[in-house]
């Protein structure tokens, strides 16, 4: 079992920045590949970010791309978002996802991940 507790949420305006944090505890962080997705109030949870067991390769839809950053720290077995020039369609409950698939494979939807955890909420007011 992996457990993984999101922070970092709020409430901030639009063109402002968030920094979300994963901890992760149970196994081995590092044989995990990591990811967020967002479920907005009505709307499936979507993919927003993944990154693969070494940190080495990242992946984003495309209207994250160049706004928002995800990274690991594998000695502290922490996944992190970090989220500029937010958008109030950037809104919505983020969740941290582990996976012992491929990196890649997080695109592909919700079914590919093996845990979540609680979420955190983000709104972003304009």
């Known amino acids: 079992q992996v457990q993984l507790v999101e922070s970092g949420g709020g409430l901030v305006q639009a063109g402002g920045s968030l920094r979300l944090s994963c901890a992760a505890s149970?196994?081995?962080?590092?044989?995990?590949?990591m990811g967020w997705f967002r479920q907005a109030p009505g709307k499936e949870r979507e993919f927003v970010a993944a990154?693969?067991?070494?940190?080495?390769?990242?992946y984003y839809t495309d209207s994250e791309k160049g706004r928002f950053t995800i990274s690991r720290d594998n000695a502290k077995s922490t996944v992190f978002l970090q989220m500029n020039s937010l958008k109030p369609e950037d809104t919505g409950v983020y969740f941290c996802a582990a996976t012992g698939r491929m990196g890649w494979e997080l695109r592909t939807g919700p079914s590919i991940v093996e845990y979540w955890g609680q979420g955190t909420q983000v709104t972003v007011s304009s």
């Open positions: 990154i693969t067991r070494s940190g080495g390769n990242t």
């Open positions: 149970g196994r081995t962080f590092s044989n995990y590949a």
